[in-house]
C-alpha cells in the first residue's frame, strides 16, 4: 500500500507537524535553506550573523550541497539537488535550534532517537529524510530558483548558505515525530529477529579489532 | 597519434553522460529487484529512484547531487601513442573534470583533507585519481587505441577492509561481507541496493583497488571466469538480499543489485578482504577513441579481460596454457 502523501510549508503550523506520521511522504513549499557543518561553525562557534530572517523566512534547516554553479553573472544554474547524512551534526543541533528556531531538519538518513528527544521534541521539530538516495533530479525539479547563495566565499560552494524557493518539492519521508518517535529505530526493531539466521554459516574473524572490545588492555588474538 | 582534442572533448562528454543517465544493465537489475520486492516503504523508494533516473535523462540533469569523487580509468592498447603523451592525457582530464563540474554542473566535493580549501572544481592534490590499465591486440593485431572510463562513486559508507587469514575460511568471508552490509545498510547509509565489490587477497592496497574496481568497472550480471568464485558471488548476492532489510534500511529484500569478486595473488599466511559498495547512482561511461579519432561510447568498461587477470609470468605462456 504506498504511504499517504502531504504538502507542507517550510514555515509549518504546530497543528501541520502534528498531523504527520512516521512514514508519510511530503512535499514542500517555501524558502529552505541549506546548512551543514560549514554554516553551523561559522555561526555557531565564530558567531557570525546569521544572514536571514530565521525562523521567519524558513524554518526548514536542509543539510544539503546543491549540484549547482554560480556563474559569472551572478546568476545560478541548479542541477541535482541531494542531502548529506545528518547524524554527522548531532553536535551543533542543540544550538542551532536555539539559534534558527527551525521546525523541519532536512536530510538523509536521520538522527538518533536520543537526539530527537533531547532537542528535536523541546523545540517542537520533525526530521524530513530525503529519498533513495537520492533523488537528485526530482528535487532538483522541485526548486523554483535560487534566491540567494551566503558565504560561498568563506565557504566555498559545497558549504555556502543556499537559499532555495521549493514548489512542490519531494519526496520526502517523515523519519521523527512530535513525540521523537524515529521510523528508522522502529525498521531495524523489525528487522532485528531475522538477522541471526542470516548469520548461519559464519564465523567471527581470528584477528579482532578495537572496537569489538573497547578494554585496551585485551588482546585482539 | 591520438588527438589530444578529441581525448578533452570525449572526457567532458563522459563526466556529462556519467552524471545523468544511469547504465543499462544497472537500471534492469534495479528494475528486477523492484519486481520483487514487497516491502511497502523500500518499493517506494525503489519506484522514485526510477522515476529519478527518468527525470535525469529529461532534464539532463545529474541523477544525484552528491556527485561522489569522479575519477578515471584508462586503458592503453599496447600500440596507442597519445599527442603530447602521457601528461598532456593528464592535463586534459583534469581539466575536462573542472570544466564539466561547472558545466553539467557538478557538486564541487573535493576539498583538502585538512583545510577543507574548495577549488569548486572537483580538482586538487591527487584529484581526481587516474588510474591505467594496458591491454595487448587481439590475435597479433595492432591495439592504437585508448579507452577512457570515469566513475563517479559516492559514498563515506559502504568500504570496510579486514585483514582475514586462511583459517577464517569462507565462513569469515561471509561474516565480514554481511557485516559490511548490515553495519552500513542501516538507515540506508551505503545508498543501497548496490553493485558490492569484494577484493580478496592482494596486499591491503591492492585489496582495496580490485574491490573497488569489481564494484564500479564490471556490470550487472557479469560472472568470475573461476566457476567456484562465480558461485560465491551468486551465493553473496542471494545472502545479502535475504537479511531482511532493503532499500534505506527499511524492511525488504533490496540489498544487492549484484555481486563482484575479484582476487589477487597474497602472502601465503593472509587473506585480505575490502568490501565496496557502488550505490543506487552507479555512474560510470566509457569511451574508446581509436588513433583515426573515432570515438565509441559505452557503459561497460570490459576492464577484467583475460590479460588483466593473467597468473602467468608472461602473456604468451597464458595463452598457451590455455590451449
Redesign the interface.
Known amino acids: 500500500?504506498?504511504?499517504p502523501k502531504i504538502r507542507l510549508s517550510t514555515t509549518p503550523t504546530p497543528e501541520a507537524l502534528a498531523a504527520l506520521k512516521l512514514?508519510d511522504?511530503v512535499y514542500l513549499d517555501g524558502l529552505m535553506y541549506t546548512a551543514r557543518e560549514?554554516v553551523y561553525m561559522r555561526a555557531l562557534e565564530e558567531k557570525a550573523n546569521i544572514p536571514m530572517e530565521l525562523p521567519q523566512q524558513s524554518a526548514a534547516n536542509f543539510h544539503?550541497?546543491?549540484?549547482?554553479?554560480i556563474n559569472s553573472d551572478g546568476s545560478f544554474?541548479m542541477?541535482?539537488?541531494?542531502?548529506?547524512?545528518s547524524?554527522r551534526f548531532a553536535k551543533w543541533i542543540g544550538e542551532w535550534f536555539e539559534k534558527s528556531g527551525a521546525k523541519l531538519i532536512v536530510g538523509?538518513?536521520?538522527m538518533s532517537p536520543e537526539t530527537y528527544k533531547q532537542h528535536f521534541v523541546p523545540n517542537g521539530a520533525i526530521y524530513l529524510?530525503t529519498?533513495?538516495?537520492?533523488?537528485?533530479?526530482?528535487?532538483?525539479?522541485g526548486v523554483e530558483n535560487v534566491e540567494a547563495v551566503h558565504w560561498s566565499e568563506e565557504?566555498?560552494?559545497?558549504?555556502a548558505m543556499w537559499v532555495l524557493k521549493c514548489t512542490n518539492m519531494g519526496?520526502f519521508?517523515v523519519a521523527s515525530d512530535l513525540q521523537g518517535n524515529c521510523l528508522?529505530e522502529r525498521?531495524?526493531a523489525?528487522?532485528a529477529p531475522?538477522?541471526a539466521?542470516?548469520?548461519e554459516?559464519?564465523?567471527?574473524?581470528?584477528?579482532k579489532?578495537y572496537g569489538e572490545t573497547d578494554d585496551r588492555t585485551d588482546e585482539l588474538i | 597519434m591520438i588527438p589530444i582534442d578529441t581525448i578533452q572533448s570525449t572526457a567532458e562528454t563522459l563526466m556529462d553522460k556519467a552524471a545523468i543517465e544511469i547504465p543499462q544493465d544497472y537500471l534492469d537489475g534495479l528494475r528486477a529487484t523492484a519486481a520483487v520486492e514487497d516491502g511497502d516503504l523500500s518499493s517506494f523508494v525503489l519506484q522514485a529512484m526510477l522515476e529519478n533516473y527518468e527525470a535525469a535523462k529529461e532534464d539532463r540533469r545529474a541523477m544525484c547531487g552528491d556527485t561522489g569523487c569522479p575519477r578515471w580509468y584508462v586503458k592503453m592498447g599496447n600500440d596507442a601513442r597519445i599527442e603530447g603523451g602521457p601528461v598532456a592525457l593528464e592535463h586534459a582530464l583534469r581539466l575536462a573534470t573542472a570544466n564539466a563540474t561547472n558545466g553539467v554542473p557538478l557538486r564541487p566535493n573535493r576539498v583538502h583533507p585538512l583545510w577543507r580549501t574548495d577549488h569548486n572544481n572537483n580538482v586538487g592534490i591527487n584529484a581526481p585519481e587516474i588510474e591505467y590499465g594496458y591491454e595487448p591486440g587481439e590475435n597479433g593485431a595492432q591495439a592504437n587505441w585508448i579507452d577512457l572510463t570515469t566513475v563517479h562513486k559516492g559514498g563515506l559508507f559502504g568500504t570496510d577492509y579486514r585483514m582475514l587469514f586462511p583459517s577464517d575460511g569462507i565462513e569469515g568471508i561471509r561474516r565480514f561481507f554481511l557485516d559490511s552490509l548490515v553495519a552500513f545498510g542501516k538507515r540506508g547509509l551505503a545508498c543501497q541496493p548496490a553493485i558490492i565489490g569484494i577484493g580478496l587477497g592482494g596486499s591491503k592496497d591492492t585489496c582495496m583497488v580490485l574491490g573497488k574496481r569489481a564494484a564500479c568497472l564490471r556490470t550487472v550480471g557479469d560472472r568470475n571466469p573461476d566457476p567456484k568464485i562465480a558461485a560465491i558471488e551468486e551465493e553473496f548476492k542471494e545472502l545479502g538480499n535475504s537479511i531482511g532489510m532493503g532499500a534505506m534500511g527499511f524492511v525488504g529484500k533490496s540489498m544487492v543489485i549484484d555481486c563482484h569478486i575479484e582476487v589477487g595473488y597474497c602472502h601465503t599466511g593472509g587473506m585480505q578482504m575490502s568490501v565496496h559498495a557502488f550505490c543506487l547512482s552507479s555512474r560510470r561511461a566509457v569511451a574508446r577513441i581509436h588513433a583515426d579519432g573515432r570515438v565509441e561510447y559505452r557503459t561497460d568498461p570490459d576492464w577484467f579481460t583475460p590479460y588483466q587477470r593473467r597468473e602467468t609470468v608472461g602473456w604468451l605462456d597464458q595463452l598457451e596454457a590455455a590451449e
Open positions: 500500500m504506498a504511504p512514514g511522504i560549514g544539503c550541497s546543491p549540484a549547482a554553479s544554474t542541477g541535482a539537488v541531494t542531502a548529506t547524512a547524524f538523509k538518513g536521520g529524510t529519498v533513495g538516495y537520492g533523488t537528485g533530479a526530482l528535487l532538483g525539479r565557504l566555498g560552494h559545497a558549504q519526496p519521508i528508522f525498521e531495524n523489525k528487522i531475522g538477522l539466521k542470516a548469520y554459516g559464519t564465523r567471527p574473524a581470528t584477528l579489532r
